[in-house]
């Protein structure tokens, strides 16, 4: 299964990466090995976690208050937001498939 992420979603990446990094040298590389880990257990496992809001779902990151919104067609699973789970929810909903 193909997993695509949003244009947004990966600047969240990146922000995200960035900050831990100026926060602690070493910190956005874990951040980043957290979200490469998560994307795996998703493409294993895409209808395993709960729907949040239709056809979305929600993988929470391991360690970071961070996570993936997700939804899944036949063929492939599109990554919405990197979302920080404390901060503005549902701002992702914009976001569309139209939007990859």
């Given at each position: ?29 874990l951040f980043l090995e957290a979200i490469e880990a998560a994307t795996k257990d ?32 036949k063929n492939s699973i599109y990554v919405a937001a990197v979302m920080h789970l ?15």
């Amino acid at each position: 299964m193909k997993l695509y992420f949003d244009p947004e979603a990966l600047l969240e990446v990146q922000q995200a990466a960035a900050f831990y990094e100026d926060s602690q040298p070493g910190l956005g590389k874990l951040f980043l090995e957290a979200i490469e880990a998560a994307t795996k257990d998703v493409i294993r496992h895409p209808i395993l976690w709960r729907r949040i809001k239709g056809s979305f779902r929600r993988f929470l990151v391991h360690v970071f208050p961070y996570g993936l919104i997700y939804a899944v067609d036949k063929n492939s699973i599109y990554v919405a937001a990197v979302m920080h789970l404390k901060r503005k929810p549902g701002y992702w909903e914009k976001r569309t498939r139209k939007n990859r």
